[in-house]
């Protein structure tokens, strides 16, 4: 099968072909943990994961290499940790804890690699002492900065040229600046910003460096893919490609880089600035949003149901549907399936620059086969194709294949219980009363009561 990836770099889909397809390798840009990571950054880790179930299908679990990485060094986090009067280290734990517990309920696998950008210094500062020794990078008044007039592809990937770039980027002026777009590679911290000795005295790594280093350190001078969300295109990845090329003297940094679309509110952008955001753990809690409680899983398909390039327009209504077509084939798939059973049609769909909306499409039709024409066969499709997907875990057939999903929370799994209850409404329409009760009872000791309502539907609670 030919796996065909949109390329931000060349502006097309293009057929993917590994460097080493014993060992695929991609990296991911993670978060800066300062705060609770919102549904908007949940996109990249949604997609991304759809991305590395997909290559571990087709070269095999134990040849891909997938690092994210986690940013726990930054004037943002500086500047909450004084805000909070908390220490830096107690804050970037706390959240990164927090992001962690986060994703766990929306499905994705662990990543390879989770390198902290703190634990990566030394190889920031060699790659920093090449760029200078190299001509790339001059020492100005304790910082260290990129003259980006050193590389004729600065660009290359955001594909502007020096003059457009200046006359649109907000840029920090500073008097030790040879040029306006030059960038940091490192500054000088005081004694109360963190900060580690270096040639250029004591200070800290500014944020491109850091993700440079850590995918040097992982997958080599140059790798397969990078990917990250649309707004990291420039200038975070630009300059990455920059250090990373002429630290290393390579065409390319990554051959394929791929960027999802943002996830917006009213035409714009999620975002901390904006303050338009509902932050993952909100969501999931169901602080906003009533008595209901929203699954990881629901939140996972609503980014599915659109293609990863293209923006989603957020509302709640996309919640409330995508909750019941969830429920509705998990219930469809009787607990069949398994995720290495993956119908072919499907990893084809995928393989098209990960179409999800053509994947969702298919479940559509195996749903429908598996309520039309009851099989084992067609229960398992259905079944196995949300496993894959990670729309549904089975917990025993997810650790029998080596599927390092990270433990969900202990809350009720309301798709589950939707599920049951629709199950369950089957059974009495079948007049299977005994079915009926038996999941009325797997339900009880699940801890929810349910009440059969005067114009036949069912409701249920979770019992205290
Ligand atoms: P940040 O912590 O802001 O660097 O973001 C972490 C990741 O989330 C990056 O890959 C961003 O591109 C991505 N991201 C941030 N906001 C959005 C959004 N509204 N929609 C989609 N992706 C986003
Ligand atoms: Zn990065």
């Avoid at 919102?38 to 095999?60: K, M």
């Amino acid at each position: 099968m030919t796996l065909r990836l949109y390329n931000t770099l060349t502006r097309r889909k293009e057929e993917f072909s590994p460097i080493d397809p014993a060992n695929v390798r991609m990296y991911v840009c993670g978060p800066t943990v300062y705060d609770y990571a919102h549904i908007g950054n949940a996109r990249p880790v949604i997609v991304f994961d759809v991305l590395f179930r997909l290559l571990r299908h087709l070269y095999g679990p134990e040849h891909v290499t997938y690092v994210r990485n986690i940013t726990d060094v930054d004037d943002k986090i500086n500047a909450r940790a004084k805000e909070e009067g908390v220490s830096i280290r107690e804050l970037t734990e706390r959240t990164a804890k927090q992001f962690h517990a986060d994703i766990a309920a929306l499905g994705v696998l662990t990543p390879t690699h989770e390198p902290r950008a703190t634990e990566f210094i030394g190889p920031m500062i060699e790659m920093i002492e090449i760029l200078i020794a190299k001509g790339n990078a001059y020492v100005a008044d304790g910082h260290v900065l990129f003259d980006v007039t050193s590389t004729k592809d600065y660009g290359q990937l955001s594909k502007r040229s020096l003059d457009e770039m200046v006359a649109g980027a907000r840029v920090d002026v500073a008097p030790y600046k040879r040029g306006d777009m030059d960038f940091v590679l490192w500054k000088p911290s005081d004694a109360e910003t963190p900060g580690w000795d270096s040639p250029w005295g004591c200070g800290r790594p500014g944020w491109h460096i850091e993700c440079s280093a850590m995918s040097w350190k992982h997958l080599g001078e140059v790798f397969d893919i990078h990917a990250g969300g649309i707004d990291l295109v420039f200038p975070h990845h630009e300059n990455e490609v920059a250090q990373t090329r002429c630290a290393f003297g390579h065409k390319v940094m990554a051959n394929i880089w791929m960027h999802n679309g943002f996830l917006q509110v009213e035409g714009q952008k999620m975002s901390k600035s904006l303050g338009n955001f509902v932050t993952i753990n909100e969501l999931l809690e169901a602080r906003k949003f009533g008595s209901n409680m929203w699954h990881g899983k629901v939140l996972r398909l609503a980014m599915l149901l659109t293609h990863y390039r293209q923006p989603i327009d957020w509302t709640v209504d996309r919640l409330v549907e995508t909750r019941s077509l969830l429920a509705d084939w998990i219930a469809s798939a009787k607990n069949q399936g398994d995720p290495n059973r993956v119908p072919s049609k499907l990893v084809e769909a995928l393989s098209d620059d990960l179409n999800t909306p053509s994947a969702i499409s298919i479940l559509h039709g195996l749903g429908k086969s598996a309520r039309s024409e009851p099989s084992v066969e067609n229960f398992d499709a259905l079944g196995s194709a949300l496993k894959f997907l990670g729309l549904w875990e089975s917990e025993k057939s997810d650790k029998i294949m080596g599927y390092g999903v990270e433990s969900g929370t202990d809350q009720v799994d309301p798709v589950l219980v939707d599920s049951l209850v629709a199950s369950r409404l089957e059974a009495r329409k079948a007049k299977d009363w005994k079915e009926s009760d038996r999941i009325r009872d797997e339900l009880a000791t699940m801890g929810i009561a349910i009440r059969d309502n005067k114009d036949g539907t069912t409701t249920w609670e979770v019992k205290l």
